[in-house]
């Protein structure tokens, strides 16, 4: 399995409308990647680890999941100027893209795996 993880970098000028992103955004990104997409989580940051009151290095990653890079491919290439024409509508932030492969521990055994 492989995770797309995009992230949009906090600054001073940075704009993130969350709202939109929830309700229209993702949403139709869901819908375009179809079957395509496994599942997907959102990290919405908080704080920075250097110091709690300082602001997260990032507003918003969000994580999609695929069962292979075949499949994201397939599946975003046929939507990618759809979904990229969209960011204005939320955001002035140039997203930074990911590819990850998926590696899981398992606590109880010890065990580090391919996710599958």
């Known amino acids: 399995m492989i995770k797309v993880s995009i992230l949009y970098p ?3 000028t940075a704009k993130f ?13 869901a819908e375009l990647l179809a079957d395509d997409l496994k599942a997907a989580e ?10 709690p009151v300082e602001d997260a290095l990032f507003i918003m990653i969000s994580h999609l999941t695929f069962d292979s890079m075949n499949a994201f491919l397939h599946s975003f290439s046929q939507h990618a100027e759809r979904i990229s024409s969209d960011l204005e509508c939320f955001t002035n932030i140039q997203p930074q893209v990911q590819i990850s492969e998926i590696v899981k521990f398992d606590k109880g055994s010890g065990i580090l795996s391919h996710a599958k």
């Open 42 to 51: 959102f990290d919405i940051g908080v704080a920075s680890i250097k110091d």
């Open 17 to 29: 409308d969350d709202e939109y992103y929830f309700r229209h955004h993702f949403p139709m990104v």
């Open 10 to 12: 906090n600054s001073d």
